[in-house]
């Protein structure tokens, strides 16, 4: 889905029509992401005490040793080994060589940065 739009992109995104509710604070669908992202931070702050935090990036980092870490925090012994299924690409891969500025632009990267700053400091994102 595209970030730089300034209005939601359309029905070939119906997935993402949860981000047009008008339920969720926000001017465009970028916000109400970054809104909807704040609200599940959030939960988690709130819930802590009953739940597991797993950042997607501390997992690429080492996804065998996230999941064994996550499992016995919640209790769980592995059974069997699922190395083989690690990097199956289960979604199309994203753009990696582009910019933050490039894909969102401008005023949108702003509006991110504004909704989501207190807690991307929170869980120690710049």
Known sequence: MPGNL???PGKEYYQFNAFSDVSLPGENYI?????S?????????????KMKLIRYEDFMV???NSIAILARQVDLNPAN?????LDIQYQPR???????????????????EEICREY???FGYS
């Open 6 to 8: 300034s209005s939601f």
């Open 31 to 35: 916000e109400k992401i970054a809104f």
């Open 37 to 49: 992202w704040c609200l599940a931070a959030d939960k988690y702050i709130q819930n802590q005490s």
């Open 62 to 64: 080492d996804k065998t």
């Open 81 to 85: 080994d699922i190395t083989d299924y």
């Open 94 to 112: 994203g753009d990696h060589s582009i910019s933050w500025i490039d894909f969102f632009g401008e005023k949108n990267l702003k509006s991110i």
């Open 120 to 122: 991307m400091n929170h």
